[in-house]
C-alpha cells in the first residue's frame, strides 16, 4: 500500500468512508480501453439496504438540463440532487441521518486522495505534474434516470479530472443498464466495449484521459424503470479562479440555484 492510500485509509472518520476507501484500495486498476476501476463491496449489507430504504423523495430532486437526456417535451430524464451536508438539512432527520455518512465520505480528502494514488500515472502524465499537486474538488451528486434516459459516446470536459459513479439498484435485476466502455466514438472502434455491471453496492471510476476515456449509457425503458446512482466528479480546480467559482457554486446552491449541467 502506498503512503498516500494508507493515509486515506487510517484517516477514515466514519465507517462508510472506511468503507469506500477499502473498495478503492483493493480494486486492480484495468487498463482496457482506458485507465478504470470497478468496485464491488462498496458497501456491507446492512448499510447498503439503509441506503436503499431512505432514497429521498422526487421532490429533492431537479432536472439536469443535457441534451442527450431531454424528452421531447422540454423535460429532462436525469434527476439529480446534490450530496454537500450542508444541504441536507432539507431532509427529514431519518434520511438525513442515512446519508449524512455518505455526503461527508463523498466530500473528503482521504476519498479524493485514494483516487489520486490509484489513478497516479494517468494523472500526472495529463498534467505534467506530481499528483499531490493537482487541485482538484469534488462534485457529489445522487442520480435518480428516468425511462427514456440515454448519454451518447463521449469523453468527459477537460474540466474534469476524475469520474466515479457508485451503483445504487434495488436487486440484480438491472445488470445490463451499467456505463459502456468504448475504445473510441466511432466505428468499429465505438463497437468494442466493456460494460460495468450495474449491481449493487458496486461502482467504478477512472481518470479523464481527453480523446481517449469514450464512455456512454444505453437508452433505458420502461421495463428496466428507474436507474438509481450517486456520482462523486473531482473537477480541476487548479489556480485562485477555479476554486472561487467552485466556492460560489457550492454557495449559490445553498440559496437553491442549480448549474444547468
Known amino acids: 500500500m502506498s503512503d498516500v492510500a494508507a493515509t486515506a485509509v487510517t484517516s477514515a472518520s466514519n465507517p462508510i468512508e472506511a468503507s469506500l476507501l477499502a473498495a478503492v484500495e483493493r480494486s486492480p486498476l484495468r487498463h482496457q480501453p482506458f485507465d478504470h476501476i470497478y468496485m464491488d463491496r462498496v458497501f456491507d449489507l446492512h448499510s447498503y439496504a439503509g441506503l436503499i430504504s431512505a432514497l429521498p423523495d422526487r421532490r429533492y430532486f431537479h432536472e439536469l438540463s443535457h441534451h442527450d437526456a431531454m424528452r421531447t417535451d422540454g423535460s429532462s430524464t436525469r ?17 438525513r441521518r442515512a446519508w449524512m455518512p455518505i455526503a461527508r465520505a463523498l466530500c473528503s480528502r482521504a476519498l479524493e486522495d485514494a483516487f489520486r494514488c ?15 499537486k493537482i487541485g482538484l474538488h469534488p462534485v457529489p451528486v445522487l442520480l435518480r434516470d428516468q425511462p ?7 469523453a468527459d470536459a477537460s474540466r474534469k479530472a476524475i ?10 435485476s438491472q445488470r445490463d443498464l451499467g456505463t459502456i466502455f468504448h475504445d473510441g466514438d466511432s466505428g468499429e472502434a465505438a463497437a468494442r466495449t466493456t ?10 471510476a477512472f481518470p479523464v484521459a481527453l480523446a481517449k476515456s469514450w464512455h456512454s449509457a444505453a437508452e433505458t425503458s420502461e421495463s428496466d424503470g428507474e436507474r438509481t446512482s450517486m456520482m462523486v466528479t473531482y473537477y480541476v480546480a487548479d489556480g485562485p479562479a477555479a476554486r472561487l467559482r467552485s ?4 454557495g449559490g446552491l445553498l440559496l437553491g440555484i442549480h448549474p444547468r449541467v
Open 118 to 132: 490509484k489513478f497516479r500515472s494517468a494523472l500526472q502524465q495529463r498534467f505534467g505534474k506530481r499528483v499531490d
Open 195 to 204: 460494460q460495468m455491471p450495474f449491481l449493487p453496492a458496486t461502482g467504478y
Open 148 to 154: 427514456g434516459y440515454r448519454i451518447g459516446i463521449h
Open 247 to 250: 466556492l460560489v457554486t457550492r
Open 163 to 172: 469520474t466515479v459513479q457508485f451503483y445504487l439498484p434495488r436487486d440484480f
Open 79 to 95: 434527476l439529480r440532487m446534490y450530496l454537500y451536508p450542508e444541504l441536507l438539512w432539507r431532509l427529514p432527520s431519518a434520511q
